[in-house]
């Protein structure tokens, strides 16, 4: 099932600023907090000795000081902001609900390291990540596949299960499908991804209300709005 959301909705559910789970993401883990802490100080020193050499003005100074002291806290919300851009320049998008058709393990190669042995011989390794691949796919023939870093919880899951997801297309009727988000298997109330790219509050209550109206649809005596988000947001 591919149901069009309006563009209001569509924005809501993908944020222009950096969601709570979004900042996490491109916060990383502690390296990389320092690394972008030592940027922080370098900028400040170099705008400080800018300030006492170039005589410049204290008030543009003071900007871009504070601009660059806080680079280690806000630059996440940047990278997520610009990664969030990527996807809201997509004209049209729709809710898919469909099934888990199949999935397996893979490797994905994410890195090189050179060392030395005890013989002074150089040792390449190479640094692998495990990667769950899913095929999500309809009753029509549509099908996604996707892949993401395996993590415990994805032991749950089975062919069969409901998947859902965002998709994004510059086409009006969505036939032609250039990118999704990452998926939702309602459950075992699981995400699967690797960027958190939906806000999970207006995804989930798409999800509620189109669940609802499916139920509902043999009662009805009229067609379903052709948009999801039309009457009610």
């Not at 709570?20 to 400040?44: D, E």
């Not at 490797?107 to 090189?112: P, S, T, V």
């Not at 109206?213 to 009610?232: A, I, L, T, V």
């Amino acid at each position: 099932m591919l149901v069009p959301l309006t563009r209001q909705k569509f924005e809501q559910i993908i944020p222009l600023i950096a969601s709570g789970s979004q900042y996490k993401y491109y916060w990383g883990k502690f390296n990389n907090f320092l690394q972008r802490l030592l940027i922080s100080v370098v900028t400040v020193v170099v705008i400080f000795l800018l300030r006492i050499f170039l005589k410049l003005d204290f008030g543009l100074i003071f900007v871009f000081g504070v601009f660059g002291a806080f680079f280690w806290l806000w630059y996440p919300v940047f990278q997520a902001s610009i990664r969030n851009a990527k996807c809201r320049r997509y004209k049209y998008s729709g809710f898919f609900r469909g099934r888990v058709v199949d999935w397996w393990i893979t490797e994905k190669l994410i890195g090189k390291q050179e060392t030395v042995n005890n013989k002074g011989e150089l040792v390449i390794i190479e640094n692998r990540e495990k990667r769950i691949n899913l095929e999500v796919g309809d009753d029509t023939g549509f099908s996604i596949e996707f892949d993401a870093p395996l993590r415990p919880a994805h032991k749950a899951i089975a062919r069969g299960q409901i998947a859902e997801m965002v998709v994004m297309s510059n086409r009006p009727d969505l036939s032609i499908i250039e990118e999704f988000s990452n998926i939702y298997i309602p459950s075992r109330n699981l995400w699967v991804s690797d960027y958190p790219y939906v806000r999970e509050d207006f995804f989930n209550e798409v999800s509620v209300r189109l669940r609802e109206n499916q139920q509902e649809k043999p009662r009805r005596r009229r067609p379903e709005p052709q948009r999801y988000g039309d009457d009610d947001y």
